[in-house]
């Protein structure tokens, strides 16, 4: 790889602004901001909005707006019912 083309990769910790829930990982992102960490090293704080302990698909606290499907929805305007 050429030298100086390429960003820093570092440790930083990403932080979750919903849940407080915090991990860390390798990446290029720079971040003012710092944390210390239990293990006692010190790294960049990167605060994301959604991470893997608020995001529904992986809570599984899906709110669901739609209770019917597309053929209740068509059978309910067109007033067709199952009786024959």
């Known amino acids: 790889m050429k030298k100086g083309i390429h960003p820093a990769y570092q440790q ?8 407080g829930f915090k991990f860390i990982s390798g ?9 210390k960490m239990e293990d006692g090293k010190t790294y960049p704080l990167i605060r ?6 608020s995001h529904p698909f992986y809570t599984g606290k899906q709110k669901f707006n739609q209770v019917d499907g597309a053929v209740d929805r068509f059978n309910k305007k067109y007033g067709l019912t199952d009786n024959k």
């Open 12 to 19: 930083v910790v990403f932080q979750d602004s919903s849940t």
């Open 27 to 35: 990446s290029t992102k720079t971040s003012d901001e710092t944390i």
């Open 48 to 53: 994301v909005e959604i991470s893997s302990d």
